[in-house]
């Protein structure tokens, strides 16, 4: 990582890493090809919307163009003092910048639940987040228009 930075805007706490040039080019595996999600010089963002109760990050390439969003569905978002924390239930969206949407996690989920690693009621909860996120995906309504437009630019200078 060549830079991290976090600050509150309003409701939404967001955190932003720039990747080094020397970063391994890592991919989302997807049914529809390989999505690229990390590389030398993308650019991370995790929007911690607190209002709704949901994280949602954002991929840029070395470009400074959009790669990208993932949901993952989480329980509920704990705040202690300036520390923000969550747990995955294993399931995510992932809606590539052309608004092709994938759920993800869907064999870890499994899995969790056949363990015991999930509760009945997080199962539920797990189940009921990732239809309403596709819902809301496939109508344009998430991620919010703040998350959906914002945009980077970054430095070319040497």
């Given at each position: 990582?060549?830079d991290?930075?976090?600050?509150?805007?309003?409701q939404?706490?967001?955190?932003?890493?720039?990747w080094?040039?020397?970063t391994?080019?890592?991919l989302?595996?997807?049914?529809?090809?390989n999505?690229?999600a990390?590389?030398?010089?993308?650019?991370?963002?995790?929007?911690?919307?607190?209002?709704?109760?949901?994280?949602?990050?954002?991929?840029?390439?070395?470009?400074?163009?959009?790669?990208?969003?993932?949901?993952?569905?989480t329980a509920?978002?704990?705040?202690?003092?300036?520390?923000?924390?969550?747990?995955?239930?294993?399931?995510?969206?992932?809606?590539e910048?052309?608004n092709?949407?994938?759920?993800?996690?869907e064999?870890?989920?499994?899995?969790?639940?056949?363990?015991?690693?999930?509760?009945?009621?997080?199962v539920?909860?797990?189940?009921s987040?990732?239809?309403?996120?596709?819902?809301a995906?496939?109508?344009?309504?998430?991620?919010?228009?703040?998350?959906?437009?914002?945009?980077?630019?970054?430095?070319?200078?040497?």
């Amino acid at each position: 990582m060549a830079d991290y930075r976090a600050e509150w805007l309003g409701q939404t706490f967001v955190e932003r890493a720039s990747w080094s040039g020397s970063t391994p080019r890592q991919l989302w595996v997807m049914a529809t090809g390989n999505v690229p999600a990390a590389g030398p010089h993308y650019v991370w963002l995790r929007f911690w919307l607190m209002d709704d109760g949901r994280v949602v990050d954002k991929y840029f390439d070395a470009t400074g163009e959009a790669v990208g969003c993932y949901a993952p569905v989480t329980a509920f978002i704990e705040q202690d003092g300036k520390k923000l924390t969550t747990e995955t239930l294993y399931l995510g969206l992932w809606i590539e910048a052309d608004n092709r949407i994938t759920v993800m996690g869907e064999e870890a989920f499994d899995e969790a639940q056949a363990a015991g690693d999930l509760t009945p009621v997080e199962v539920e909860q797990a189940e009921s987040a990732i239809r309403e996120l596709t819902t809301a995906a496939a109508t344009r309504q998430f991620p919010p228009a703040f998350v959906r437009n914002f945009a980077i630019v970054l430095d070319t200078e040497p």
